[in-house]
């Protein structure tokens, strides 16, 4: 079965760092570009970031731009995303998703089940 | 590219045919993808490429559309299709999102 599955949410201050990862199994990791997306409470989809198969290539919604990092470890099939200078706005669930393979592969699938993370003193 | 998703709620019974639109700011070719996410969940791929279906959703739900405006319908509506539905665009980057119609029993 393909899957992933995020970890590394929680509570942090404003101002503060989290890094999240995300495992992935059940499919030929290394073969796929990957994404963050990011759910604030109540509210609707936002992508985030994504990442090249060999990891030389990301890319970042302005929102996160300068602040989050995104990597990948094709050998340990996880992907990360850094996030520095947390905000308010930040506070979400955050998925990681696969995109489809190769240029052609334009949507997301599968989705993990998503990490929360909550920005507040 | 800004992605507008009407009606934002919709309310229908089991058994109803309901249509979902997405409008895109500008020409997307057929990069549209729609989403179904019930309520604590991850989001779930329906339709691709505008109106190729998944593999495992049911035939119910089918897409159309290309440009700038696309459709979701779901022809016979089923009690767990009540969920909020999304639309992605993959034509460009940010790969936008739909705000989300929320599809709720009557």
């Known amino acids: 079965e393909e899957q992933l599955v995020e970890s590394g949410g929680g509570l942090v201050q404003p101002g503060g760092s989290l890094r999240l990862s995300c495992a992935a199994s059940?499919?030929?990791?290394?073969?796929?570009?990957m994404n963050w997306v990011r759910q604030a409470p109540g509210k609707g989809l936002e992508w985030v970031s994504d990442i090249s198969t060999s990891g030389t290539t990301a890319r970042y919604a302005d929102s996160v731009k300068g602040r989050f990092t995104i990597s990948r470890d094709n050998a340990k099939n996880s992907l990360y995303l850094q996030m520095n200078g947390l905000g308010a706005d930040d506070t979400a669930v955050y998925y990681c998703a696969r995109r489809g393979i190769a240029a052609a592969g334009r949507w997301f699938d599968p989705w993990g089940q998503g990490t929360l993370v909550t920005v507040s003193s | 590219i800004q992605l507008t998703q009407s009606p934002s709620f919709l309310s229908a019974s089991v058994g109803d045919r309901v249509t979902i639109t997405c409008r895109a700011s500008?020409?997307?070719?057929?990069?549209l993808v729609w989403y179904q996410q019930r309520v604590g969940k991850a989001p779930k791929l329906l339709i691709y490429a505008a109106s190729t279906l998944q593999s495992g959703v049911p035939s119910r739900f089918s897409g159309s559309g290309s440009g700038t405006e696309f459709t979701l319908t779901i022809s016979s509506l089923q009690p767990e299709d009540f969920a909020t539905y999304y639309c992605?665009?993959?034509?460009?980057?940010?790969?936008?999102f739909g705000q989300g119609t929320k599809l709720e029993i009557k």
């Open positions: 500008q020409g997307i070719s057929s990069y």
């Open positions: 059940g499919f030929t990791f290394r073969s796929y570009e």
């Open positions: 992605q665009q993959f034509n460009s980057y940010p790969y936008s």
